[in-house]
């Protein structure tokens, strides 16, 4: 399973840290994860991608060039080549199973552009996306379904941000769910290596 998600879906309307004018381990409202997740899209599920249509949703991605349509990724990491043609610049790309360990990393297109043969694949996005929103043709040719939860309704974006927040330990005064603070996602850094932009 692989999650995409347009970064023009990504906003943070309210400064640029959670919580908005806060410090890390401050409480973080639903205000504010609105304010990052602000629209009425909701969560589906793409199956049976194959690796060339894999190639091809990544190309779009490298298309936008880092606007609304370029995809933040988990489970994989890719390479935009810019000094490529374009359609041939996601290059290098590898499921890495969500996980840090290398030996479950599959290659999915070589560093020379060739697919290799894997998947199939599921892709988790959101309805937007899965539409053909950013011009992603190649999501929108494939079929999605609507992720449910147990009572049988539709996931929001941003309940999917929240119920990812309330899993962590109930620790603090007020008791909340708390990320500690020693948590890398707190450090500034270069990310995590899961997307390299090779420019002219």
Do not use: W
């Amino acid at each position: 399973m692989i999650a995409v998600q347009n970064g023009g879906g990504i906003r943070q309307n309210a400064g640029d840290r959670l919580p908005a004018g806060g410090s890390p381990g401050a409480p973080i409202s639903r205000r504010d994860t609105l304010d990052v997740l602000p629209f009425d899209t909701y969560l589906v599920s793409v199956d049976g991608v194959t690796a060339t249509d894999l190639r091809a949703i990544l190309e779009r991605s490298c298309e936008a060039n880092g606007g609304g349509g370029f995809l933040q990724v988990a489970a994989l990491a890719y390479t935009c080549d810019l000094t490529r043609a374009p359609g041939d610049q996601a290059i290098s790309v590898t499921f890495t199973n969500a996980t840090p360990d290398p030996t479950d990393d599959v290659a999915v297109v070589g560093p020379d552009g060739v697919v290799a043969d894997s998947g199939p694949f599921r892709i988790v996005t959101i309805s937007f996306t899965a539409g053909g929103g950013d011009d992603h043709r190649t999501l929108a040719a494939l079929p999605a379904t609507k992720l449910l939860t147990a009572e049988g309704t539709q996931i929001f974006y941003e309940q999917a941000l929240r119920e990812y927040l309330g899993s962590f330990p109930f620790t603090g005064e007020p008791s909340l769910p708390t990320i500690p603070s020693g948590d890398t996602r707190y450090a500034a850094q270069e990310g995590e290596g899961r997307i390299t932009i090779v420019r002219p």
